[in-house]
């Protein structure tokens, strides 16, 4: 099983990015799938996770600008981040937690914002 991560690059402050996340290989079920993110000198932090029921998740400080959503018939999760700050600018880590096993990362994708 592997998670592709793609849809990062650059982009001015106050725009907008679409992340998404594939699981390749696998016929799993998902019970959790999300986003994280590391900025340089920083821990890796929860951005935003969404169960397979629709439960969600996110952190205080992209909450009303992000939203995540899932394709479960595609294995598939998304990021749309709208707003974007300075300080969102990090290598951002999709993640997916099965129902049973170990969880799976996927590769990092660089979100650069620049003012």
């Known amino acids: 099983v592997q998670l592709q991560a793609s849809g990062g690059g650059l982009v001015q402050a106050e725009g907008s990015l679409k992340l998404s996340c594939a699981a390749s290989?696998?016929?799993?079920?998902?019970?959790?799938m999300g986003w994280y993110r590391q900025a340089p000198g920083t821990e890796r932090e929860l951005v935003a996770t969404?169960?397979?029921?629709?439960?969600?998740v996110y952190a205080d400080s992209v909450k009303g600008r992000f939203t995540i959503s899932r394709d479960n018939a595609k294995n598939t999760v998304y990021l749309l981040m709208d707003s974007l700050k300075l300080e969102d600018t990090a290598v951002y880590y999709c993640?997916?937690?099965?129902?049973?096993?170990?969880?799976?990362w996927g590769q990092g994708t660089q979100v650069t914002v620049s003012s």
């Open positions: 993640k997916a937690t099965p129902w049973s096993g170990v969880s799976i």
């Open positions: 290989g696998s016929r799993f079920r998902f019970n959790a």
């Open positions: 969404i169960h397979e029921i629709g439960r969600t």
